[in-house]
């Protein structure tokens, strides 16, 4: 089992970067694929970034291809996503999920945990 904790929301301009971090309880993360998904007020929650346990293999929605980066610091237990070039349309609650022994994946209902979710929110 994994317990999860978002940081590093905030509000921000049009173009400024902000680095989100997924800290996580338990000695086996290492072995936990992990995603990151966002939900904006009135729209459903959507894969945004994933990492794979074995090789670190990573996936991005085609939204943020080219301006976010998904790493993981597995000495650290943390998951960060590095978000550039931000847009108004990034703005949503952003959360980390993570599965066990599994690659990652786009698909919320593979991911068993989830964390309570920081806010983002760009302003044009």
């Known amino acids: 089992q994994v317990q999860l904790v978002e940081s590093g929301g905030g509000l921000v301009q049009a173009g400024d970067s902000l680095r989100l971090s997924c800290a996580a309880s338990?000695?086996?993360?290492?072995?936990?694929?992990v995603g990151w998904f966002r939900q904006a007020p009135g729209k459903e929650r959507e894969f945004v970034a994933g990492?794979?346990?074995?090789?670190?293999?990573?996936y991005y929605a085609d939204s943020v291809k080219g301006r976010f980066t998904i790493s993981r610091d597995n000495a650290k237990n943390t998951v960060d996503l590095q978000m550039n070039s931000l847009k108004p349309e990034d703005t949503a609650v952003y959360y980390c999920?993570?599965?066990?022994?599994?690659?990652?994946?786009?698909?919320?209902?593979?991911?068993?945990?989830w964390g309570q979710g920081t806010q983002v929110t760009v302003s044009s």
């Open positions: 338990g000695r086996t993360f290492s072995r936990y694929a």
């Open positions: 999920a993570a599965r066990y022994f599994s690659g990652a994946s786009g698909v919320i209902s593979d991911y068993r945990y």
């Open positions: 990492i794979s346990w074995s090789d670190s293999s990573t």
